[in-house]
T-cell receptor, first 111, second 118 residues
Framework: DAKTTQPTSMDCAEGRAANLPCNHS???????VYWYRQIHSQGPQYIIH???NNETNEMASLIITEDRKSSTLILPHATLRDTAVYYC????????????FGTGTRLTIIP | GAVVSQHPSWVICKSGTSVKIECRSL??????MFWYRQFPKQSLMLMAT?????????EQGVEKDKFLINHASLTLSTLTVTSAHPEDSSFYIC??????????????FGPGTRLLVL
């Protein structure tokens, strides 16, 4: 069963903020929300992860709703190099818990 | 962030031959590494979990005798595709789990190895 739901595709204008939503209504208390992206023909790149507080790093911000049932990844100033498939993954942080990739959101940055 | 390398980046081989792919964690030690496979226009599918010094754990439907995994050190895991056939042509990607330290606990992925079996 899919633990997350993401839109299949999105477009965003270059220089604007890209907001990628993710629903994870069945998330449990010990599960984190991870975001990865995969640029064409490359391995996935870790972006950010969080449990319940909003997180920010040099790449992006992660906003998690108070009930933890959804989150939004924000790329503040999208560039053409941000064109990729973005994966939202829910995963526990214990032992050998796996990252299970869904279909993700194909984000296209428009010049 | 942590760096994971793979070698080779691409390989072409004849049907029936075996191909070895290396996955290395360059600046950290990884007790656990993972192997994924990705077919065109599809998402990544986990093949197996590789633990240093022990046998790999394979996902359902993945033949352990065909995809041999060795994780002999804390920085190296290898995947050998034995008797490769055209249907094994795919993009193979490894990842390494960072268990502690500055980068917290997450997985970092290698750049992938594209295998084409003729």
């Amino acid at each position: 069963d899919a633990k997350t739901t993401q839109p299949t595709s999105m477009d965003c204008a270059e220089g604007r903020a890209a907001n990628l939503p993710c629903n994870h209504s069945t998330i449990s208390g010990n599960e984190y929300v991870y975001w990865y992206r995969q640029i064409h023909s490359q391995g996935p790149q870790y972006i950010i992860h969080g449990l319940k507080n909003n997180e920010t790093n040099e790449m992006a911000s992660l906003i998690i709703t108070e009930d933890r049932k959804s989150s939004t990844l924000i790329l503040p100033h999208a560039t053409l190099r941000d064109t990729a498939v973005y994966y939202c993954i829910v995963r526990g942080n214990f032992g050998n818990e796996k990252l299970t990739f869904g279909t993700g959101t194909r984000l296209t940055i428009i010049p | 962030g942590a760096v994971v390398s793979q070698h080779p980046s691409w390989v072409i081989c004849k049907s029936g031959t075996s191909v070895k792919i290396e996955c290395r964690s360059l600046d950290f030690q990884a007790t656990t590494m993972f192997w994924y496979r990705q077919f065109p226009k599809q998402s990544l599918m986990l093949m197996a979990t590789s633990n240093e010094g022990s046998k790999a754990t394979y996902e359902q439907g993945v033949e352990k005798d065909k995809f041999l995994i060795n994780h002999a050190s804390l920085t190296l895991s290898t995947l050998t595709v034995t008797s490769a056939h055209p249907e094994d042509s795919s993009f193979y990607i490894c990842s390494a789990r960072v268990v502690a330290g500055v980068w917290m606990e997450t997985q970092y992925f290698g750049p992938g190895t594209r295998l084409l079996v003729l």
